[in-house]
């Protein structure tokens, strides 16, 4: 054997023999020096499972509810396998608490055989099992686990042990041990065997933090776990906004008040809940309406242990389970002292759950282990078909759009100057989830794209949007079909002239559900309306859809459109339709076609009392269809006569040709132009004026020729 190994066999030993006269249970026994190993490893704290006592410290010294209960047991001698498993029976049958953990130490070499026995039996019992065991080779692992425990063990062999052993035995054995080359290997091997997120609720906490911390970091990964982009942690600096609000939750919780976040659509009402669960110190767990497909009353409490697993960024598997489900049992006699919170999230969106008995179910395991509950839904359906069921009382909290000076507040910080944009603008811009998608859509420093935002220009990207960030329930494709169905309806009862109003409709359980479109109406029934903020909007796609009939039909599309446009004139929506529909054709793929956006700008082209304050509005949709627009500006400058608004025509093709992509359209059709003439030369000049003679003779004279 080389000298050095000869040497730290013998440093070794006189490290077992300490360990070996160390008295076997109590504080300052060999129990009390597992302690330490085990608390210097994890930072977690750990308390004697007989005696109550952490360390040191004396029986009437308070201890942290949170610590882990633990019972160690020494061997130097053969290990009797059923002795060893008895005892951690025994532990189950003794000790309640809600982390246990059993450690089997040893002098000797524990073998594989009973080894894997005592992690079977421990994973039966939701009790975690540690074994310290005396290898000869590389190293001992209990002299391992001593050696990183540093000064704290050396100072407690000292302090317990022969006056045979000093201190400086046992600072030789350490450094030796620390040299050694398998040291740090088996360093990690050891706390890898640790577990520590079943083993302690302390680290549970901190990494159901990180897990929280990640997934409320990015748009991505909120989208992945929550279905919606709420990166609540992506803009400290906005960190401020709604500060009151939080607080009154964060006070209401802090009472032992449960909280029902209300507020209209895109108030922010799940954001403002993502920001407090974000914030929590204790356990929390954030889900959504949609998780809750086919759980029962009866299976929350599986559902409950799955999302804790999840949450706290763990394995599932049957002794994690156990495990979880050990510590809600324990909870209820000894509540952790960092509450548990949960979070429901937009339960409105799973109208056909019963969401009176799951909450009720929910409060009730909560209320036991003195958790708290918070839910996000719309106030229509809360109070129509959750609120008359629970066995519970909730403090209702209304979460209300942003304020003026929160709404500027978030407009100057994405460098959006506040003139670019006018009243209206403004106001639609006060609705939380609106400005979000206006600030993700459009660019920040381009002024003419936020002067020619329109309520329905955002309510259209809030539709483009609501598939991908699950805004809506149902499928693009689905919601757009309702809206034009709808609308198509309103102009079908205004054009018969029905005295039902035009805007409420009966029956349609889908559409009862409160959107950013439909809304649910007060009294008895499924009684509910197309929001007239989203009429405009719906009576474009309406329009176009109609001229696809008629187009799949060969009807002429110019009769159709008048026709169409007639109880559209009624309700004195012209103008805002045609805008809405231009806006859909050229924008929505699905709807896009040549022949009905040329219809579009033809009828638009000869529309009577235009203002002129929405032409940065009319560029910003046709500039989606740049060669289809000089397409129709070509055929109206072709003409005899000169249309109504061909002069927007004419300085839209300006402010197209102006952007690179709209130059490298522009640009072949200047080509394609200047290469034409006109063979019929009456016709030509008829297109002119004959004005008066002596003033083309002046225009002709050699004083005003320029030449080249």
Partial sequence: MPPENIIISERLTDLKD?????????????????????????????????????????????????????EAKRYSKNIPRNEVLTKIIDVVRSNGATDRLWVLGATIEVSTQLASAIQEAGNQHAISTFILDWTEAPLPLLAVAATAAGEPAIDFLSNHCSSEHNRDTFSQAFDEAYRHPSFYNLLHKLKSNLNLSTLALARSIELNKAW????????????????????????????????????????????????????????????????????????????????????????????????????????????????????????????????????????????????????????KRLQAIRGYLIVTVRPQFWRKSVAPGLAFKATQIDVPEWSPSERNQLLEYFGIKLGWLDDAALHTLSNPRLLGVAITTLPHQDSEAWKGLTTDRILMEHLRASQRDNFEREMLSELTARLSIHAKEVLERVSMSSKMPPLHFEGDSNSVIETRF???????????????????????????????QAQRADLDLNERMTHLIDPICAMDRTVDVMFSAIMVCAIDPVRFDQSIFFALLDAFSNLQNVD???????????????????????????????????????????????????????????HRWLRCYNKNVADQVSRYSKGNLITHKAQLSPESVLYF
């Avoid at 308390?47 to 029986?59: E, F, I, N, V």
């Fill in 612 to 670: 002129d304050q929405r032409f940065e509005e009319f560029v910003e949709a046709v500039k989606n269809q740049p060669t289809e627009f000089f397409n129709a500006l070509e055929a109206f400058t072709l003409e005899r006569e000169r249309r109504i608004n061909q002069d927007w025509f004419t300085r839209a093709a300006f402010e197209i040709a102006a952007t690179e992509e709209g130059w490298s359209i522009a640009k072949t059709f200047i």
């Fill in 212 to 363: 929280r911390a990640t997934s409320f970091e990015s748009e991505g990964d909120a989208r992945e776990q929550f279905g919606q982009a709420l990166a609540v942690n992506a803009n400290p600096k906005l960190s401020s906004l709604r500060t009151s609000q939080r607080d009154q939750v964060k006070a209401s919780l802090q009472s032992g008040q449960n909280i029902i976040l209300t507020g209209g659509e895109g108030h922010g009402k799940s954001w403002l809940a993502a920001q407090i669960c974000y914030d929590h110190q204790g356990l929390a767990l954030f889900t959504s309406a949609e998780q809750f497909d086919g759980i029962t009353p009866e299976s929350l409490n599986e559902y409950l242990i799955n999302l804790l697993i999840k949450q706290t960024g763990d394995v599932s598997d049957d002794a994690t389970k156990l495990r979880w489900s050990h510590r809600l049992v324990a909870w209820q006699s000894q509540p952790p002292t960092s509450s548990l919170l949960i979070v429901v999230d937009g339960i409105n969106q799973r109208q056909s759950l019963r969401w009176d008995r799951l909450l009720n179910g929910l409060q």
């Fill in 18 to 70: 300490a360990l070996q006269v160390l008295k076997a249970t109590g504080s300052d026994g060999f129990e009390g020096f597992v302690r330490i190993i085990l608390a210097e490893l994890t930072g977690i704290p750990f308390r004697l499972a007989a005696s109550g006592l952490q360390g040191g410290m004396d029986g009437d010294s308070a201890f942290q509810q949170d610590s882990v209960s633990f």
């Fill in 518 to 548: 439909f809304r649910t109406l007060p009294g008895p029934g499924d009684a509910y309306e197309l929001r007239s903020e989203g009429l405009t909007l719906a009576l474009g796609y309406a329009l176009i859809d109609q001229l696809w």
